[in-house]
């Protein structure tokens, strides 16, 4: 069963930091490529960044480019969202995807990942 599990939320000022991780189990991790996304409140949930199964592709949304790094480690089955300048609108709940198509066509569409984590609050106050 694939699980993929979330951390390193919380509440930060703006400007601050924070890294998001995601432990995944239950799939051969190497051959997946995976994906991060957000949900605002009320608005739906929308792409942040992906990588793909070899670590060496990488696509960040407009909206983060420049202050987000997606990054991943085979090794340890984890992959890593490192958020720097974070403002009030990076406020929502983030998840972590993952799929095992080769392809990166589509891969900043929700429906292409077949697997997702719970979600994780991260709150940027002003």
């Known amino acids: 069963q694939v699980q993929l599990v979330e951390s390193g939320g919380g509440l930060v000022q703006a400007g601050g930091s924070l890294r998001l991780s995601c432990a995944a189990s239950?799939?051969?991790?190497?051959?997946?490529?995976k994906g991060w996304f957000r949900q605002p409140p009320g608005k739906e949930r929308e792409f942040v960044a992906a990588i793909s199964w070899s670590g060496l592709d990488t696509y960040h949304a407009d909206s983060v480019k420049g202050r987000f790094t997606i990054s991943r480690d085979n090794a340890k089955n984890m992959v890593y969202l490192q958020m720097n300048s974070l403002k009030p609108d990076d406020t929502a709940v983030y998840y972590c995807?993952?799929?095992?198509?080769?392809?990166?066509?589509?891969?900043?569409?929700?429906?292409?990942?077949?697997?997702w984590g719970q979600g994780i609050q991260v709150t940027v106050s002003s």
């Open positions: 995807a993952a799929d095992p198509k080769r392809s990166t066509t589509a891969w900043t569409n929700p429906n292409y990942y077949n697997h």
């Open positions: 239950g799939l051969t991790f190497s051959t997946y490529n």
